[in-house]
């Protein structure tokens, strides 16, 4: 089965609002009743209506994308690192190293290579090997 695809910014709120200790099944309860305005002291710049707007279009595919997981429609460069420590609490220099293009010698289990895999637009390589996880932007001979 296939993952909801969301906005790279509906997924920094989600995973803001996960980050700052609110559950899965608060966000859909808060979006259910088109009521977020209380997570909005957890990052008032964030549009939180957003999430609404989504429930709207398919509320059993919201519901899938908090339970189940997601993919991001399109990510990039600055995106992934901004989900890598959102979701992943991994930051470059640390965890990671930086290049142009995207990130190599990543540090991580199987089960975050698995979701990362699964988050990332199609635009993404991923390569698993000694040194860790390199994440680059696919270049026009990988697709």
Do not use: C
Not at 69 to 84: A, I
């Amino acid at each position: 089965m296939s993952r909801p695809k969301i906005s790279l910014m509906e997924a920094y709120m989600i995973e803001t609002l996960r980050a700052n200790g609110i559950t899965d099944e608060e966000i859909i309860e808060k979006v259910k009743e088109e009521n977020v305005s209380s997570l909005k002291q957890i990052h008032d710049k964030f549009d939180l209506e957003q999430l609404i707007t989504l429930a709207e279009k398919d509320f059993t595919a919201f519901e899938q994308a908090l339970k189940d997981g997601y993919t991001v429609k399109f990510v990039t460069v600055r995106g992934l690192e901004n989900l890598l420590k959102l979701k992943f609490q991994k930051e470059a220099g640390k965890d990671y190293k930086k290049t142009e293009t995207g990130i190599q010698s990543l540090q991580a289990d199987e089960a975050v290579l698995r979701e990362v895999k699964e988050i990332l637009s199609p635009n993404w390589k991923i390569i698993k090997d000694k040194h860790g996880i390199s994440v680059r932007l696919k270049e026009q001979t990988d697709f």
